[in-house]
């Protein structure tokens, strides 16, 4: 099975920034592991074909969520925090 044209680019993306991190680390206030984590995770979910649907409710992410964090696991909805999120 193929890579969807935003998937490839979310890879790339995703495959970019795990490069930099291990080269040059981060801003210090971030975890660069927890980071790494996450760029893994979103790398082994658009290989298991799952890239772009919420880890927690099967929703789809949003290609705005995507564009700005490729390594999201959660829509809006289930984003810790977010004021829409449903109780």
């Not at 969807?4 to 930099?20: D, H």
């Not at 680390?25 to 996450?38: C, H, I, V, Y």
């Not at 290989?47 to 099967?58: H, L, M």
């Amino acid at each position: 099975m193929g890579l969807t044209p935003a998937e490839t680019r979310a890879r790339s993306r995703l495959l970019l920034r795990r490069a930099v991190l291990s080269r040059v680390g981060m801003d210090p206030s971030e975890d660069p592991e927890e980071e790494l984590s996450r760029i893994e995770a979103a790398l082994r979910r658009i290989e298991e074909g799952r890239y772009g649907i919420c880890d927690a409710c099967g929703a789809a992410i949003g290609a705005q969520v995507l564009l700005a964090n490729p390594a999201s696991a959660l829509c809006p909805g289930c984003t810790p925090g977010d004021p829409h999120r449903p109780t």
